[in-house]
Nanobody
Framework: QLQLVESGGGLVQPGGSLRLSCAASGFTLDYYNIGWSRQAPGKEREEVLCISSSGDTTHYADSVKGRFTISKDNAKNTMYLQMNNLKPEDTAVYYC????????????????WGQGTLVTVSS
C-alpha cells in the first residue's frame, strides 16, 4: 500500500520556524518527484514547492521563496519541509505528495497524498 504520513505540525509564533516530516511507505521516495502543498481555511489547495527525484528541478511558490526548503533522508524514506520566518498567512493544513513532473501545475498530477498536518502561525 502506497502511503505518506505527515507529522510535525503545531502552533508557532510569527517569525518562528517549524519542520514538517513526511514518511513514505510502500515505495522508495528517492525514485520520485515530491512536493508539499497547503490549504488555508476557506481557500483552495495551493502548491508550495516541489523537487524532482534528481534534485535538478525545483519549483517554489513566490510566497515561500527564501523561507521554505524541502529535503529528504533516503535512509529513513522521509521528506521534510523546513519553514522559517513563518507568517500568519502560512497558517494552513500542509500535505506532502508524490507527483508527476515538478513544475507549475503539479498539483493536478499528484499520484499519492498524505493526510495533512495543521500549522498555525499566531501570537
Amino acid at each position: 500500500q502506497l502511503q505518506l504520513v505527515e507529522s510535525g505540525g503545531g502552533l508557532v509564533q510569527p517569525g518562528g520556524s517549524l519542520r514538517l516530516s513526511c514518511a513514505a511507505s510502500g515505495f522508495t521516495l528517492d525514485y520520485y518527484n515530491i512536493g508539499w502543498s497547503r490549504q488555508a481555511p476557506g481557500k483552495e489547495r495551493e502548491e508550495v514547492l516541489c523537487i524532482s527525484s534528481s534534485g535538478d528541478t525545483t519549483h517554489y511558490a513566490d510566497s515561500v521563496k527564501g523561507r521554505f526548503t524541502i529535503s529528504k533522508d533516503n535512509a529513513k524514506n522521509t521528506m521534510y519541509l523546513q519553514m522559517n520566518n513563518l507568517k500568519p498567512e502560512d497558517t494552513a493544513v500542509y500535505y506532502c505528495a508524490r507527483l508527476g513532473p515538478c513544475g507549475s501545475g503539479w498539483l493536478k498530477l499528484v499520484e499519492v497524498w498524505g493526510q495533512g498536518t495543521l500549522v498555525t502561525v499566531s501570537s
